[in-house]
């Protein structure tokens, strides 16, 4: 990890509000860039993104994170292990499991299910 890469880390990061009515749900990003500073130091994201009430149903939300909302998987890396991996496949017990695993993360990615709060990154 680069220094700048920590740096931005913020903006990286989201609450998650969540309506407790519908499941409705909205991310705000827990930093933000002054688009003014060349700079580029992330600050302080202004808050909340969400009315009081949700739009859709009337019913209130419920605040959690911070969930990391940037892609986290680097699809060539993952490709590139999965071929190393099917190289010296009898030597990892567990090669079917991680195979799998680095199959799903180069082919999908990124899916959230959300449940009062709660977020599980599939
Ligand atoms: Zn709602």
Redesign the pocket.
């Known amino acids: 990890r680069s220094a700048s890469t920590v740096k931005s880390s913020p903006l990286k990061f989201s609450h998650v509000y969540q309506?407790?009515?519908?499941?409705?749900f909205h991310l705000q990003n827990v930093g933000r860039i002054n688009s003014k500073d060349k700079r580029n130091i992330p600050l302080p994201n202004f808050c909340p993104t969400v009315p009081q009430e949700?739009?859709?149903?009337?019913?209130k939300f419920v605040m959690g994170g911070p969930i990391w909302s940037d892609p986290i998987h680097d699809r060539d890396w993952a490709t590139s292990i999965l071929s190393n991996i099917r190289a010296t496949s009898g030597l990892y017990e567990a090669y079917a499991k991680i195979s799998a695993i680095l199959t799903s993360v180069s082919e999908v990615l990124f899916c959230f299910v959300f449940s009062f709060g709660y977020a599980y990154v599939v």
């Open positions: 309506c407790v009515g519908c499941n409705s949700c739009s859709e149903c009337g019913g």
